[in-house]
């Protein structure tokens, strides 16, 4: 079955400097990859997605990329601010959210 | 504007007892999830439920039973709660691509 595994487990940035995490997948059948933020105390939240057909999305100060011949796909968020601190998940699946397998999740945190 | 509401968001239970966690969402999705939270292990799929009157088996559904009462409520029962089932359990909806996460329950068996 299809294995997700992402890294760093933390990250630790300077306020306004960029943070990248990146996630492996082991099934090549898999074409969609979500991007979820998890604040303190709450549920994860759709940041942004990608699939198989596209190479790279962005959206504002995040972006995700998408290289399928290596099976990796990574999160860079640019200008980093203090409200960007949160636990950030990735995730694989062939189209259907029922198959999804999330990688264990990256704690980002913004030094002021 | 709701979401997904889970209930309770606390909950000690002692090894054997039962309990039932209560989940509803107000945004006439189709489908419905419940997950666990566990430290290092991301997020794992107990049960889904891809329409009302439909469930199906995620990826560690042992332990775990579910009720898909409505198209609005999706509930989670323990039959009798053993301490690795010491988790924070989230209930879920989506139509499409979006999953929408309550704000989870912590539970914890003793």
């Known amino acids: 079955g299809e294995n997700v595994e992402q890294h760093p487990s933390t990250l630790s940035v300077q306020e306004g400097d960029s943070a990248v995490i990146k996630c492996t997948y082991s099934?090549?059948?898999?074409?969609?990859f979500p991007w979820y933020k998890q604040e303190l105390g709450k549920g994860p939240q759709l940041i942004i997605d990608i699939r198989s057909n596209v190479g790279e999305k962005k959206d504002q100060r995040i972006a995700v990329t998408l290289n399928k011949t290596a099976k990796h796909f990574s999160l860079h968020i640019t200008e980093t601010q203090p409200e960007d601190s949160a636990v950030y998940f990735c995730?694989?699946?062939?189209?259907?959210?029922?198959?999804?397998?999330w990688g264990a999740g990256t704690k980002l945190i913004i030094k002021p | 504007n709701a979401g997904v509401t889970q209930t309770p968001k606390f909950q000690v239970l002692k090894t054997g007892q039962s309990m039932t966690l209560q989940c509803a969402q107000d945004?006439?999705?189709?489908?419905m999830y419940w997950y666990r939270q566990d430290p290092g292990m991301g997020l794992r799929l107990i049960y889904y439920?891809?329409?009302?009157?439909?469930?199906d088996k995620g990826e560690v559904p042992n332990g775990y039973n579910v009720s898909r009462l409505n198209k609005r409520e999706f509930s989670l029962r323990l039959e009798s709660a053993a301490p690795s089932q010491t988790s924070v359990y989230f209930c879920?909806?989506?139509?499409?691509?979006?999953?929408?996460f309550g704000e989870g329950s912590w539970l914890t068996v003793v």
């Open positions: 945004m006439n999705h189709n489908s």
């Open positions: 099934d090549s059948a898999s074409n969609y």
């Open positions: 879920a909806s989506s139509e499409v691509d979006t999953i929408y």
């Open positions: 439920s891809a329409s009302e009157g439909t469930t």
């Open positions: 995730a694989a699946s062939i189209w259907s959210n029922y198959q999804l397998i």
